[in-house]
């Protein structure tokens, strides 16, 4: 099994100066759920090479087990300073998407036009779609295959309204995640903030935040194992 995983590109916060990025926890804790069990993983972002880390993540509170793993791991740290560019990699040679978050994809993701191709072709392949937190910004211009908004009708999640408010950050980035996805006809609903919570509908899994990123690899497992025995 073969999944790829696409990263910001992007490191300004808005016009605050301030830089922004992945997260760290939403990118190794599903990659090591991924790795450990035997599934490749690639990287690729926007512009290829090394996508920026958001500073936030690196502080004391937001470590976690498989941050503190990432930080010891010379060989995936080399990966991923060496991303591939999105115009370089096809949906037929991977059985699936994944998208980490931080808040980097709102400005990047949310209309690259080499993304918004992959994640249209692997929901023409049949394949799976995984977003964290605010990865699900690069769904919200990808179309179905009916032509009509991939999360039209679909059940979802993603960072909530309040989350961002918690955050400070409300009037910073270009959209709530939240607020699009109803815009567009999705069904959001969530959990109470910061605490897991993770939706899938049919081959499309949302998640609400980074306490989501390790049951988003375990869903997205799941769901891989049982495609491969059909």
Request: a negative charge; glycine letters at 8%; proline letters at 7%.
């Given at each position: 099994?073969?999944?790829?995983?696409?990263?910001?590109?992007?490191?300004?916060?808005?016009?605050?100066?301030?830089?922004?990025?992945?997260?760290?926890?939403?990118?190794?804790?599903?990659?090591?759920?991924?790795?450990?069990a035997?599934?490749?993983?690639?990287?690729?972002?926007?512009?290829?090479?090394?996508?920026?880390?958001?500073?936030?993540?690196?502080?004391?509170?937001?470590?976690?087990?498989?941050t503190?793993?990432?930080?010891?791991?010379?060989?995936?740290?080399?990966?991923?300073?060496?991303?591939?560019?999105?115009?370089?990699?096809?949906?037929?040679?991977?059985?699936?998407?994944?998208?980490?978050?931080?808040?980097?994809?709102?400005?990047?993701?949310?209309?690259?036009?080499?993304?918004i191709?992959?994640?249209?072709?692997?929901?023409?392949?049949?394949k799976?779609?995984?977003?964290?937190c605010?990865?699900?910004?690069?769904?919200?211009?990808?179309?179905?295959?009916?032509?009509?908004?991939l999360?039209?009708?679909?059940?979802?999640?993603?960072?909530?309204?309040?989350?961002?408010?918690?955050?400070?950050?409300?009037?910073?980035?270009?959209?709530?995640?939240?607020?699009?996805?109803?815009?567009?006809?999705?069904?959001?609903?969530?959990?109470?903030?910061?605490?897991?919570?993770?939706?899938?509908?049919?081959?499309?899994?949302?998640?609400?935040?980074?306490?989501?990123?390790?049951?988003?690899?375990?869903?997205?497992?799941?769901?891989?194992?049982?495609?491969?025995?059909?």
């Amino acid at each position: 099994m073969k999944v790829l995983f696409v990263l910001t590109s992007h490191d300004q916060l808005g016009d605050t100066g301030k830089k922004t990025g992945f997260w760290i926890e939403e990118f190794a804790a599903p990659y090591y759920t991924l790795a450990d069990a035997g599934v490749e993983v690639d990287l690729a972002s926007p512009k290829g090479g090394q996508p920026p880390i958001d500073p936030k993540s690196t502080e004391k509170d937001a470590q976690t087990e498989a941050t503190r793993r990432f930080y010891e791991d010379e060989d995936l740290q080399h990966t991923l300073s060496r991303t591939k560019k999105l115009t370089e990699v096809k949906a037929d040679n991977y059985d699936a998407v994944f998208f980490p978050g931080g808040h980097g994809p709102l400005w990047d993701l949310s209309s690259d036009k080499d993304s918004i191709r992959l994640i249209e072709e692997f929901a023409r392949q049949q394949k799976p779609v995984a977003a964290v937190c605010h990865g699900p910004a690069a769904l919200m211009q990808a179309k179905g295959p009916n032509g009509e908004p991939l999360v039209k009708g679909k059940k979802v999640a993603g960072f909530t309204n309040t989350e961002e408010e918690a955050v400070q950050l409300t009037e910073v980035v270009p959209f709530l995640v939240e607020d699009r996805y109803q815009e567009l006809g999705g069904i959001y609903s969530k959990a109470d903030d910061w605490q897991p919570y993770v939706v899938t509908d049919g081959l499309l899994i949302t998640v609400q935040n980074p306490a989501s990123s390790e049951p988003a690899a375990e869903a997205l497992l799941k769901m891989l194992k049982k495609e491969k025995a059909a």
